[in-house]
């Protein structure tokens, strides 16, 4: 008898869930020109169908005098202080659909570089979530790093004290081993664990289903750093780990003489994609 196995906290986390829903509830603006700041998220379906619906994306904040003004929405991620301030002189409507959780770190931010702290953020820092995050503090008194090789690196400017925070869908194994590296150079150190408790549960169980599937498939878009961390964490458990946006990506021929299969997927993944990949992963069997 073989097994399907979806992961329970595959799927929108409270954040995205909370940023589409704002989308579509403001789409009742009839007459009102909608924007997004960047795509509300990393899922190129979802991102499509507000397409065809009259969303627009607006990438950077270059350029928004050529816009007509209307809402813009902040997406999940969030965004920098000067982007609403950038925002609200061009005339637009700020709704802000910024997860509460990425906000808390907004504060933490603020706070202690106003404090004189040095803040490190542990996450990409390329990533939207981050960019945004380092958009509250005072630029010379921030720091991003990724690697155990920049966390050695890492040397406390002056006699400042050190914040470490979070992007909040960071791995927290990996999270703990650069600040274990951090703490061993004996600085003045206040860490906040700012991963999201979903983040956690999500990689923990996708570790744990991945141990004991004999092929694991994880649903997500190829921008979504959240999912890319999950991937990691499967194939490092199960060597058969498969990446894939929809069920049009997947080679159902690998199933075959497999006897278990776990599914997870990440915090930007429609349920019914979720679904859909379970019911002809399921039938194929």
């Known amino acids: 008898m073989r097994h399907v196995t979806v992961a329970k906290s595959a799927g929108f986390c409270f954040g995205v869930k909370r940023a589409v829903e704002t989308v579509y509830q403001q789409l009742e603006n009839k007459g009102q020109n909608i ?18 619906r009259g969303v627009q994306v607006v990438e950077s904040t270059d350029g928004l005098g050529g816009l007509v003004p209307g809402i813009m929405i902040i997406r999940s991620h969030g965004v920098g202080r000067e982007v609403y301030d950038l925002l609200e002189q061009a005339g637009f409507t700020i709704v802000d659909a910024t997860c509460p959780f990425v906000k808390k770190i907004h504060r933490h931010v603020e706070e202690y570089c106003n404090r004189g702290y040095h803040v490190v953020i542990i996450g990409n820092e390329r990533h939207p979530e981050v960019e945004g995050i380092r958009g509250w503090g005072i630029p010379e008194q921030i720091q991003v790093i990724g690697s155990t090789e920049e966390a050695a690196a890492l040397e406390n400017p002056g006699s400042r004290k050190i ?115 379970q019911n002809n992963v399921r039938n194929e069997f």
């Open 163 to 277: 914040c470490i925070v979070s992007q909040t869908t960071f791995n927290y194994n990996k999270f703990q081993e650069l600040v274990e590296i951090i703490e061993k150079k004996g600085y003045d150190i206040i860490v906040l664990n700012t991963i999201c408790s979903a983040t956690e549960e999500r990689q923990t169980e996708a570790r744990v289903l991945a141990r004991e599937s004999g092929a694991m498939i994880v649903i997500g878009g190829r921008s979504s750093s959240n999912t890319q961390k999950l991937f990691e964490i499967c194939k490092s458990e199960c060597e058969n780990t498969y990446y894939i946006q929809t069920i049009h990506d997947l080679d159902l021929d690998e199933f075959h003489h497999i006897d278990n299969v776990g599914i997870t997927a990440g915090a930007s993944t429609p349920n019914k994609i979720i679904e859909e990949v």
């Open 35 to 52: 924007y997004t700041f960047g795509p509300i998220i990393h899922n190129e379906e979802v991102v499509a169908d507000l397409a065809a």
